[in-house]
Structures are given as structure tokens and as C-alpha cells.
């Protein structure tokens, strides 16, 4: 499957059913696709093809998911705000607000608890009332992504310097803290189920595990 878009593509992330596709651009859109309509595999073309389209951020959207088995989406964005959506009525059911920080990414860990990352800082929240919950990690160094592991036991958390550390779900705990001997700053990463290895990308995609 290809894209044609007029926006930048920022994040893409399938329903847990594998039956819908939602992308989140540059503009703040997000656009949400059924995949059983489309005949892939194909080119999609996502300024002409049908599908759900809605302007949810007033800047570009950094992260997005599914939330309750597929049926809303929460994304994050550069503008501060991580929003649950209703997308077959396109209303917003839950916003969180980070004190004019912006959110640099997010991930879901079940039941409804939800990690984002501002510049410095990795905070749990409770993604169905929206109240904060705790702080997990305060670091000197920037925080630039979350990478889960597929058993969502473990999440890696990157950032400046070669910076990783590794939290533990259910411990609700950081157990591992490493830093890679080139010093990149992270920009992607991933983490296996036992959470003993991880795949780090730098900005220039070069890699290191």
C-alpha cells in the first residue's frame, strides 16, 4: 500500500479489529479509512479517496490511536493537546492539556492508561477520565519517542545523548537505564516482549541495537 498526500504524513496506526487505517498529517487532520472499501492493495490517494476526514489540531499531529477496541481516537499534537475523539460524530470526548507544553509522542498500555512525553518528562494519565495520574521519568536530557513492546509489558523511552530507559508495566517502574557508546539523539525506537532488546534510530537513520 503507497500514499499520495498533500500534507506531510506525520504518524499512521491501524484499529486493533485491522479493518480501519487512521493517518494524522502535518495540518492537524486526521483521516480515517475503512480498509475493506479500499481493494488493497493499492495507491491511496488520500486527497481524493472517500473516507472520514475532520481538522481535530490547529498543528501538526505527532501521535494517534485507537481507544476502546476501535471505536474513538485519541491523538497528540504540537499544539499541547492529546484529544479522545467520537470520529463517527467527530467530537471531542476527553482533552488533556500539559501547561502549554507540547506532547512529542504518546502510547496506550491497557487497561486505559495512556504515557506521553513532553521535552523532559514521561507522565501516566488515565485516558478515560483524563486526570493525571503520575510522573514516570523526569530527565535532563530532551525525550524525543516511546517505542511499546507488542505484549505491552514494556515501553523504551529515547531521547538525546543515546539516552534509554527501559519502564516496566506492571512494576510501574523505569528497571533499565542505558546510554548508547555514539551518543545520537533517538528519534525512533522499539522493544522487544522480554524488554531485553531494543532498536534505536537517530535522526539521520542510522541505527544502533
Known amino acids: 500500500m503507497a500514499l499520495e498526500h498533500l500534507d506531510r504524513i506525520q504518524t499512521v496506526h ?12 502535518s495540518a492537524g487532520t486526521i483521516r480515517l479509512w475503512s480498509l475493506q472499501s479500499l481493494g488493497l492493495p493499492k495507491l491511496i490517494n488520500l486527497a481524493s479517496e472517500s473516507g472520514r476526514t475532520w481538522k481535530a489540531h490547529s498543528g501538526r499531529v505527532y ?7 476501535g471505536a474513538q ?7 499541547g493537546e492529546v484529544v479522545a475523539w467520537d470520529f463517527h460524530r467527530e467530537q471531542r470526548i476527553l482533552t488533556l492539556e500539559n501547561n502549554g507544553n507540547r506532547f512529542k509522542d504518546m502510547t496506550f498500555l491497557r487497561p ?9 518528562s514521561v507522565e501516566l494519565w488515565n485516558a478515560e477520565s483524563g486526570q493525571y495520574v503520575q510522573e514516570i521519568l523526569r530527565s ?13 509489558e514494556f515501553v523504551a523511552i529515547g531521547g538525546n545523548e543515546g539516552m534509554i530507559n527501559i519502564y516496566a508495566v506492571h512494576a510501574k517502574k523505569v528497571i533499565r537505564t542505558l546510554q548508547l557508546e555514539n551518543r545520537f539523539d533517538i528519534d525512533r525506537i522499539a522493544v522487544s516482549s522480554d524488554g531485553s532488546l531494543v532498536a534505536a534510530v537517530d535522526r539521520y537513520n542510522s541505527t544502533e541495537d
Open 73 to 79: 481516537i485519541v491523538s497528540a499534537s504540537a499544539d
Open 14 to 25: 491501524f484499529s486493533p479489529d485491522g479493518i480501519q487505517i487512521a493517518f494524522g498529517d
Open 63 to 69: 501521535a494517534l490511536d485507537f481507544l476502546n477496541d
Open 112 to 120: 486505559l492508561q495512556l504515557l506521553t512525553i513532553d521535552e523532559h
Open 140 to 152: 535532563q536530557v530532551e525525550i524525543n519517542c516511546l517505542g511499546v513492546s507488542p505484549n505491552r
